[in-house]
């Protein structure tokens, strides 16, 4: 089994930062990608960004140049700070770890943006 700690969600103004934090544990053997998607009332959930292998990193058009993903492989964790966030950010972000064809889940985390 894999569990996900995350943390850094919130109430930002447009314009504003957050930085969110995911730790994996468990059952990480073998775990090839990891990353963030999102999902906003009413819309499908969609990858924001990930890491695959430790460094290839990919990210959604929509937050090119405003939002960084990395990794601290020592801690299995994945960080995702997030710039310049505007209202069409707002959403459940989830941390996600990857397993050949599998994607397991955390919890979620709320970004609000809003003023």
């Known amino acids: 089994q894999v569990q996900f700690v995350e943390s850094g969600g919130g109430l930002v103004q447009p314009g504003g930062s957050l930085n969110l934090s995911c730790v994996v544990s468990?059952?990480?053997?073998?775990?090839?990608?990891m990353g963030w998607y999102r999902q906003a009332p009413g819309n499908q959930r969609e990858l924001v960004a990930r890491?695959?292998?430790?460094?290839?990193?990919s990210y959604a058009n929509s937050v090119k140049g405003r939002f960084t993903i990395s990794n601290l492989k020592v801690k299995n964790a994945v960080y995702l700070q997030m710039n310049n966030l505007q209202p069409e950010d707002t959403a459940v972000y989830y941390c996600?770890?990857?397993?050949?064809?599998?994607?397991?889940w955390g919890q979620g985390t709320r970004v609000t943006v809003s003023s």
């Open positions: 468990g059952d990480i053997f073998g775990i090839g990608a």
């Open positions: 890491i695959i292998s430790g460094e290839i990193l």
């Open positions: 996600y770890a990857q397993r050949g064809p599998i994607n397991y």
